[in-house]
């Protein structure tokens, strides 16, 4: 089984290792020790709140708004564990606390696809493929605290990976008018929450914005088709 | 950073980051859900991933080096897609997208 799930996810834990590297060197870079990187990287798995958490220490802002901030980031894993909630239907509590405690956005969208495909993919395989890519991004933030420096690894190219495994896995699925709907509000709206300098909620609160327009929009098409019955 | 000081920023960020993972899952575990609730939780997928990727592609300094190192991430994007829609391979989007984002960058 872990090896049927390291062939499907290998190239997401070489980005992992690309991205966690450079993230352990800037955690390194606030004198946390490799205990404290591999402790807080294996229990967050959030790159960007890895990365954000690490600026505002260094920048000396107090541990209160830096928690404040980790969780308003953080709050996007709500909406994907209310999504992939009714696909655990048939799991038991502790495999849906496994796997929703475990959650990273990768392991959301593949395990997602997969669950929603149906075949040899339950709970056990979600939370296995959870903890593959946890323990890929522990060890890689904590080898980038211990080999500093040394290692020069391009980030912006490495996290493309990422960029390009989110538009496989939007553009993978049939999109009805309303995931076009859903899509195209939500990405308008992070650009607004981004020029508004809302970086730290713009995920989150574009998705709501994206799935509030789509229902309004099947509201509309539904009013609409209920005049032309009548 | 001192011990202490670690243990309140990761222990405090920990709780709220679980709570958000676990809650909803739990929340909403065996329910019948309402045709509404329902098609609600089906828009988050491709909102979601559209967020992430406008989230990527989006930076209000994006064209600051320059017009076309801002356009290369999104050049790139419109390679990966066309390969998405042509093999829907997990694969080959993310060395395509490493690809074409290299060579663009050579350019």
């Given at each position: 089984m872990v090896l049927k799930i390291i062939k499907t996810v290998w190239p997401v834990m070489l980005t992992y290792v690309a991205i966690g590297a450079p993230c352990g060197m800037i955690m390194a870079q606030t004198g946390m020790e490799p205990w404290m990187v591999f402790a807080l990287s294996s229990t967050f798995v959030t790159g960007c709140g890895q990365f954000m958490a690490c600026n505002l220490w260094l920048a000396g802002v107090p541990a209160a708004s830096i928690v404040a901030s980790v969780a308003a980031i953080s709050s996007r894993f709500a909406l994907y564990s209310a999504s992939i909630a009714p696909h655990l239907a048939g799991a038991s509590k502790r495999q849906t606390l496994a796997v929703a405690a475990t959650l990273t956005e990768e392991a959301y969208g593949i395990s997602l696809a997969k669950l929603i495909e149906?075949?040899?993919?339950g709970p056990r395989e979600s939370f296995a493929l959870n903890v593959i890519l946890i323990a890929t991004w522990g060890v890689s933030c904590t080898m980038g605290a211990v080999v500093g420096a040394v290692v020069d690894v391009p980030t912006a190219l490495a996290s493309f990976v990422c960029t390009s495994l989110f538009i496989c896995l939007l553009f993978s699925q049939r999109l009805s008018r309303g995931d076009a709907v859903a899509a195209v509000l939500a990405a308008a709206s992070v650009a607004v929450c981004k020029f508004l300098g809302w970086t730290n909620v713009a995920v989150p609160v574009s998705v709501l914005v994206g799935v509030a327009a789509a229902l309004v929009c099947d509201a509309l098409a539904e009013g609409r088709g209920a005049r032309d019955a009548r | 950073m001192p011990v202490n000081e670690f243990l309140v920023l990761w222990l405090s960020s920990w709780a709220a980051i679980a709570f958000f993972r676990i809650a909803p899952a739990f929340a909403l575990r065996g329910r019948t859900l309402s045709l509404r609730v329902t098609e609600a939780l089906g828009y988050i997928p491709p909102a979601a991933f559209a967020a992430l990727v406008a989230n990527d592609l989006i930076?209000?300094?994006?064209?600051?080096?320059?017009l076309w190192q801002g356009l290369i991430p999104w050049i790139a994007s419109a390679g990966v897609v066309a390969v998405v829609i042509k093999t829907k391979s997990m694969l080959w989007c993310c060395v395509s997208g490493i690809v074409l984002y290299i060579v663009l960058s050579l350019v």
């Open positions: 149906g075949q040899d993919w | 930076s209000p300094g994006a064209f600051d080096a320059g």
